[in-house]
């Protein structure tokens, strides 16, 4: 497992219980390989579920000032939360996760599938997500270096 690569200026000792419950004990997070993004995929029973759950999101987005890198296709979002300047984790990134998890279970977000034979199927289906995540995400390009005019 990866460790956590944190932000400059985020507090470890103080996020680390919060990330911890995020990536174990029953927490859906992951960290990425280089421990600097937590991501996940979410599931709901309908396209508009799934709708209803991105447009929440997006409001704490704008409410916090922070934003992910995601893909949607129908029922399924993949969600990625990494600071991009100063690099690596912050506290921003635990307490959206925390939040998306918060707002799919009020949306009744489906159970994760087993991990039984389908699980290589499924796999499949979230690298692919997660591949749309990543083109979307470098062809936007830099989002949070201040522009010079």
Known sequence: M??????????????????KALTSDGGRW?????GAALERQFKFKT??????FMTGVSLQCKIKNHHPEWSNVYNTTFI???THNPAGLSDKD??????????????????????APVAAETED?????????????????????????
Do not use: H, N, Y
């Open 30 to 34: 992951t960290l990425t390989k280089d």
């Open 94 to 115: 635990i307490s959206m996760a925390a939040e998306c998890d918060a707002l799919a279970e009020q949306l009744g977000e489906l159970p994760p599938e087993p991990t």
């Open 2 to 19: 990866a460790q956590p690569q944190f932000s400059a200026g985020t507090d470890a000792a103080s996020v680390t219980p919060a990330l």
């Open 47 to 52: 396209f508009s579920k799934t709708w209803d």
């Open 125 to 149: 289906q979230s690298c692919v997500i997660r591949g749309l995540a990543d083109l979307a995400a470098g062809a936007a390009g830099d989002c949070c270096t201040p522009k010079r005019k």
């Open 80 to 82: 990625r939360w990494t």
